[in-house]
Structures are given as structure tokens and as C-alpha cells.
């Protein structure tokens, strides 16, 4: 066999395989240019607060990979543009359906209520606010202290249970770093029912609410209590009587009268007088 004709055979095998090398790199490379390896995707351009709406002020579109875009992420602001944030969003971060009011359901607080749902405010100090630690958020239970109708004293009844504080004074969001904070006025999400149980405790007595953890949302029957069941001390005992004196008292015993007759003699001017005892008639 002809060396040169192999040697001839082998360098044609190897200019084709590379060539064929070469454009199968340029196919793909050129499949790659060709296809967008980034999506536009609607984010803040700034952080927006709850009940904010949105619009082209405070929305912008960013470049986000293709390989790695969040599903139900918008790529045109007309698309949420006048719709109500529900949640807070902070400065590049995309808009998302969940965070989102219907549309058509307002601004500011309202977007928060669900379908069916109240909001329902009653006035609050430092101790009916559980001293300033109700955020928006928060879980609740409302609790009302009541004169009973025969003015007997005082009850005291759990009312509502695992209630959501919608707002606390003007906050619709609690404080990042949770300073306390005395507020006038809370804002609690309701059923309608229980808006008027609401209303009917804070005109017909005094109102509490008892903070609860926010996982905690278990129901459990309660009684009132009246100052009967606080009070729960002892009364110390008091001075034993003294013991009383019993007299054996002997029954006196009269003693039977005796009986006598008595005979006058008369002589003349001259008179007498004389006793017999009758003999006994036993």
C-alpha cells in the first residue's frame, strides 16, 4: 500500500473534521446570539408603601436572566399600572400578582380587607394595647369586662378570638425595629358578626386586648369570671368562742305546807285562841 496515499487519506479526514468542528461552534454560537439571554421584568423603582398604587413614578424594567426569571413576573408596566399594592415592596424588587389588590378595590387600607371581611377601629390606651406592642399584623384576642344585669358585680368574658390587627393609630406597618408605640385607635380585621360584637362591647363596657402568637390560631372555650373566682385567698380563722358554763341547777323542792286548825274559845269577855295540825292525809 502507498504510504503517501495514507498519509494523503488522514490529513483530508482531519482538515473536514476540523471544518465540520468549526461551523458546528459557529451554528451554536450563533443559536445563542440569536435567542435574548435576559427578560424585561417590572420591579420598584423605589421602595412603595401598602395601599400605594402603582404607576410609572415608581415602577421600572430591568434586565433579569432568562434562566432564572420568577414565575408570574410582569415585563410591561401597563400591566399593573393603577393597580393597589397590598404588601410592601422594597427598590428593585419585582411586582408580583400576590402583592397586588383586585383591581377596582381601592387605595390605602381598603386593598387589605379580603372579599367579605371588615375593618373594624375602636379606641386604645397603653394597657388596652397591651402597652404599645400592637403592630399591623399582630393576633389578638378582645376580651370586655361588663356590669351583669342585676348589678351583682362585674364580669369578664373572652369575646373574639385570633383577631389580625389591621392598623395601629395611622401605621398600616409595624416598625422595623418594634419600638413600641401608645396608639389612640386600632384597626381590626373582622367578620361582619363579629364587627357588631365588637362595637356592642366597647359601648356596653371596658375592652381589652390580649396579644397571642401570630402561629397560634387554636379557639378554646371560655367562661366569664367574676370577683368571686379572682379572689382566691383563704379568710384567716377567728377567736374561738368561749365554752359555755353549764350550771347543774338542783330543782328546788318546796316544801308542802302544813295544815292547821285554829279554834277560838269565847268565855264570856274573856277569849282564847288554840292551833291543831291536822294529821296527814298521805
Known sequence: MDTKRIVLALGVALVLAAAATV????????QRESQPQSKKVVVAAKPIESGSVLGPENLTLVD????????????RIDEVAGRSLIYPVSEKQPVLPPYLAAPGSGIGLTVKIPEGMRATSVRSNEVTGVAGFLYPGSHVDVLVTYKTPNNQGQLTQTVLQDVEVLTAGQHQEPDPQGKPETVNVVTLLLTPQDSEKLVLASQEGSIQFVLRNGADNSKVKTAPVNMSEVITGVKPPGPSPAPKLMAKVKPVVKPKPENF?????????KRSTAK???????
Open 261 to 269: 286548825y285554829e279554834v277560838e274559845t269565847i268565855e264570856g269577855e
Open 23 to 30: 461551523l458546528l461552534y459557529k451554528g451554536i454560537r450563533s
Open 276 to 282: 291543831f295540825k291536822a294529821p296527814d292525809s298521805e
Open 64 to 75: 433579569w436572566p432568562i434562566n432564572n426569571v420568577i414565575p408570574g413576573s410582569f415585563s
